[in-house]
C-alpha cells in the first residue's frame, strides 16, 4: 500500500463489536479470515485504533485475522462494574490483553504494538510466550522499571516528558479533563514533527478520548509508573512478575522511528540483554513515535515476517 493508496483520513474502522473481558467489555475491530493467523494490534496514548487504518487491510489482504480493540479508558471500551478502579497501570494493560484472547478463545496471536500498547504486547510475550507467535514492539523492551523510576535522565530526556510531571499533580488532572484534545493534538505534534495530519484525522481519534474513564485511566498511568499511586491488588502477581524485568524469548522485531520526538531512535544495544530469542532491531526513516499509522508498510512488513518465519 502505497501513500497513494491510503484510506482518507476520515475513515473510520468500522463496524466494531465488543465482548466482556475480565473487567472490561471491550470495543474491537476485526478483520480479515477466521481461520487466519491473528494478530492483536495495540494502540498507544493519546491515540486509539485508527493508528492501525492502514495496517490492518494489509495484514487481512495477507490472510490474517486482525484483532484492533481500544484500551481502556478510550473509546466505547466500558468497565463492566462501577466500583472497579480505573487502574491504567501496566499490569492491567497486559491482563486486558490476555483476557480478551481468552474471551474470543484466540490461543496464540503476534502481539504489537507501540506506546501503552506495545507495553501491554512485551508483557503478554514476556509473561506468557506460549500464547505468543512473535512480538512487534515500536521502542524496543516497554516493561517500566518502576524501582527505578526516580533515576533522573539526561535534561533534554527530561523535558521530552512534560506531560507525564504534570499529570502527576492535580493542576495536570485539572488541564486533562478541561482539554483532552488540546494536549493530544500538541503531543501528536511534538512527538511526530514530520507527520502532516490533517483535522479530519486528528477528531476521528481524539472522540475516543471522551470515554468517560479516560482521565482518571491516564493519570493513574502516569502516576503508578512513578510509584506516587497505588497498583490495583488484583494485579499484585502480575506487577510482582514484571518488577523482575522478565526476558522476552519469542521471536522479536524492535521498531524506532528516526523522527520520534519522545523515545529517540537507537540502535538497539541497550535494550539487547531483554530478548533472549531472536530479535532483529530498525530504525524507520521519518517515522515518529505514531510509527503504525505514519509508515504502515513498515509495521505490516514486520507482522508479516514473523508469520512466515
Same mark, same amino acid.
Given at each position: 500500500?502505497? =501513500? ?13 463489536? #465488543?465482548? =466482556? ?17 491473528? !494478530?492483536?494490534?495495540? @494502540? ?15 495484514? %487481512? ?9 481500544? $484500551?481502556?479508558? /478510550? ?19 497486559? *491482563? ?8 474470543? =478463545? ?22 506468557? &510466550? ?32 512534560? /506531560? ?47 470515554? &468517560?474513564?479516560?482521565?482518571? !485511566?491516564?493519570?493513574? #498511568?502516569?502516576? @503508578?509508573?512513578?510509584? $506516587?499511586?497505588?497498583?490495583? &491488588? ?7 512478575? $514484571? ?14 522511528? =528516526?523522527?520520534?520526538?519522545? #523515545? ?11 530478548? *533472549? ?11 515518529? @513515535?505514531?510509527?503504525?499509522?505514519? %509508515? &504502515?508498510?513498515?509495521? %505490516? ?7 512466515? %518465519?
Amino acid at each position: 500500500m502505497t =501513500d497513494t493508496q491510503r484510506v482518507p483520513s476520515s475513515k473510520r474502522l468500522e463496524p466494531l463489536r #465488543s465482548i =466482556d473481558a475480565g473487567v472490561l467489555t471491550i470495543a474491537y475491530y476485526e478483520a480479515g479470515p477466521a481461520d487466519g493467523p491473528v !494478530v492483536m494490534l495495540m @494502540h498507544g496514548f493519546p491515540y486509539d485504533i485508527h493508528a492501525y487504518v492502514d495496517v490492518a487491510p494489509q495484514l %487481512a489482504a495477507e490472510g490474517c485475522r486482525v484483532i484492533v480493540p481500544y $484500551l481502556r479508558g /478510550y473509546g466505547p471500551t466500558r468497565f463492566r462494574d462501577k466500583v472497579t478502579r480505573r487502574s491504567g497501570e501496566q499490569a492491567a494493560l497486559g *491482563a486486558d490483553l490476555m483476557a480478551l484472547m481468552d474471551a474470543l =478463545d484466540i490461543k496464540r496471536a503476534v502481539f504489537a504494538g507501540y506506546d501503552w500498547g506495545g507495553r501491554a504486547a512485551c508483557i503478554g510475550a514476556a509473561l506468557w &510466550p506460549e500464547r505468543c507467535i512473535g512480538l512487534v514492539s515500536v521502542n524496543g523492551y516497554n516493561i517500566q522499571d518502576i524501582a527505578k523510576a526516580m533515576v533522573p535522565a539526561r535534561p533534554d530526556r527530561e523535558a521530552a516528558l512534560w /506531560y507525564q510531571y504534570y499529570f502527576n499533580i492535580e493542576r495536570g488532572r485539572a488541564g486533562l479533563a478541561a482539554d483532552r484534545r488540546g494536549i493530544a493534538k500538541l503531543l501528536w505534534q511534538q512527538w511526530s514533527p514530520n507527520w502532516q495530519f490533517d483535522d479530519a484525522c486528528f477528531e476521528r481519534t481524539a472522540v475516543a478520548h471522551d470515554n &468517560p474513564d479516560y482521565v482518571d !485511566v491516564v493519570i493513574h #498511568s502516569y502516576r @503508578h509508573r512513578y510509584g $506516587l499511586a497505588e497498583s490495583d &491488588p488484583q494485579y499484585a502477581d502480575i506487577q510482582r512478575r $514484571l518488577a523482575a524485568q522478565p526476558v522476552i524469548t519469542v521471536p522479536t522485531i524492535t521498531l524506532d522511528g =528516526d523522527g520520534d520526538g519522545v #523515545s529517540p531512535a537507537t540502535d538497539g544495544s541497550k535494550s539487547a540483554p531483554k530478548f *533472549a530469542g531472536r530479535r532483529v532491531h530498525r530504525v524507520v526513516p521519518r517515522a515518529g @513515535h505514531n510509527l503504525p499509522q505514519e %509508515a &504502515p508498510e513498515a509495521f %505490516a512488513a514486520a507482522v508479516l515476517e514473523l508469520i512466515r %518465519a
